[in-house]
Each structure stands twice: as C-alpha cells, then as structure tokens.
Nanobody, 117 residues
Framework: QVQVVESGGGLVQPGGSLNLSCVGS????????MGWYRQAPGKERELVAD????????NYAASVKGRFTIARDNAKNTLVLQMNNLKPGETAVHLC??????????WGPGTQVTVSS
C-alpha cells in the first residue's frame, strides 16, 4: 500500500521549535513532489513548504520563510519539517502530501501541532 504518515507533532511553547517527519512507504519509485501543509481550525489548508525533483530546491510560504526548513531524503521517501520560533497562531493540523510518479495526490492523516504556553 502506498502511503505517507506524519509524526512529531505535539505541544510546544511560543518561540519554541518542533520537528515533523513525513515518511512514505510502498512507492515503486520516488515521489515527484513532497510538501508540508497545515490547516488551523476553521481555516483553509495552506502550504507551508514543499520540494520537487531530486535536488535540494525548496519553496516556503512567506509566513514561515526564515523560520522553517524542510529536508528531503529521496532514498527514504521522507520529508522533514524543522519549525523554529513557533507562534501562538500556528496551532494547526500539519499534513504531508506526496505525488506518486503515476499521478494523483497522496495525503497523510496529519499530526497536530499546538503552540501554547
């Protein structure tokens, strides 16, 4: 079964850091795209950061650029999201998306990040 699963969510204080991992499995070949998204309560899902191809090119939302970093391991079909200086308004379910070479969008179940004192 082809799937991606997120992990690493939890409670973090404002200004703190948290690392999330997205691990893909069952891929006959590497995803052509992987990205991290988040969806706060009552809000639309938004892109946090993503990457394409097999190089180190990355793209970040303006609101997180400079604070968040993604790192992809193509061999392991993983995407790590390093979040620094988290803000109180960034409590959200964080989801990983992967696009298999054969098409479509694959979403993980999500992992909750709560930023609170």
């Amino acid at each position: 079964q082809v799937q991606v699963v997120e992990s690493g969510g939890g409670l973090v204080q404002p200004g703190g850091s948290l690392n999330l991992s997205c691990v893909g499995s069952g891929f006959i070949s590497s995803p052509i795209y992987m990205g991290w998204y988040r969806q706060a309560p009552g809000k639309e899902r938004e892109l946090v950061a993503d990457t394409t191809g097999y190089d180190d090119k990355t793209n970040y939302a303006a609101s997180v650029k400079g604070r968040f970093t993604i790192a992809r391991d193509n061999a392991k079909n993983t995407l790590v999201l390093q979040m620094n200086n988290l803000k109180p308004g960034e409590t959200a379910v964080h989801l990983c998306q992967a696009r298999p070479p054969w098409g479509g969008n694959l979403w993980g179940p999500g992992t909750q990040v709560t930023v609170s004192s």
